[in-house]
């Protein structure tokens, strides 16, 4: 082999000095994976990572289940719950025709009852007033002879008032009295006053026309003059 040759050789084939030192390099960074055409320079994700990241993005398209949110399985009526709910409806609607019921008979009851009453009363007030014409008849009979009679009637008057008068005291009509009584104005109206030294102030000294209560009740009341002190 020529020496030209020989040193061509030698400059295609690496210097074992250079080799031993890239084979002590390799062993301190240690092996490097590059795979297929990717860039080395990228370093490329674990495969637990990506995984993960798989997994949350299905859970996040799911979406959590709220605590106390019933499943579809819960939410089913069966049929024996419908028959029980359709039963307890039965029963609400008759519960509710029996108050009805209950109301229109007590109205109808109230009703009847106040037209009941209402003709009481109106009997009462008619038998009422026939008692009370039946015993003024004989006081009509009264002045009808005291109109025939000759002469002086006073005596026959006075009969014929008296016996109308206990007529009414029958029926609960009673006189006020007022002369020398204080004066009371639920019982008594002034028409005037007048000085007096005999009386005390405010006393009724004079009645100019008698008052009537009719069971406690004033009907009228009396038309009285009082005093006053001068």
């Not at 003024?136 to 008057?157: H, I, K, S, W, Y």
């Not at 007022?178 to 009645?207: C, K």
């Not at 026309?209 to 009396?222: K, Q, S």
């Amino acid at each position: 082999m020529s020496s030209d040759e020989r040193h061509g050789r030698e400059g295609e084939s690496p210097d074992e000095e250079t080799v031993e030192k890239q084979r002590r390099t390799d062993s301190v960074s240690g092996p490097v994976e590059v795979g297929g055409s990717e860039d080395p320079g990228v370093v490329s994700e674990p495969p637990g990572e990506k995984n993960l990241g798989e997994a949350s993005e299905e859970e996040v398209a799911e979406g959590p289940t709220p605590e106390g949110e019933l499943s579809e399985e819960a939410l089913e009526i069966t049929p024996e719950e419908v028959s029980m709910l359709a039963d307890e409806l039965e029963a609400a609607r008759r519960e509710r025709d029996e108050y009805l019921d209950d109301m229109r008979r007590m109205k109808a009851e109230m009703e009847n009852s106040r037209k009941r009453l209402e003709r009481e009363r109106t009997r009462y007030l008619q038998a009422a007033s026939e008692r009370l014409v039946a015993e003024f008849l004989p006081v009509l009979d009264n002045l009808e002879r005291a109109l025939e009679a000759q002469g002086d009637v006073r005596e026959g008057v006075r009969a014929t008032r008296d016996q109308l008068f206990a007529v009414l005291v029958r029926e609960g009509l009673a006189q006020i009295r007022s002369d020398g009584e204080s004066f009371d104005p639920a019982i008594h109206e002034a028409i005037m006053s007048m000085p007096s030294d005999e009386h005390e102030e405010d006393t009724v000294v004079q009645t100019l026309e008698p008052g009537y209560t009719l069971n406690d009740r004033t009907i009228r009341p009396a038309k009285v003059i009082v005093s006053k002190q001068v």
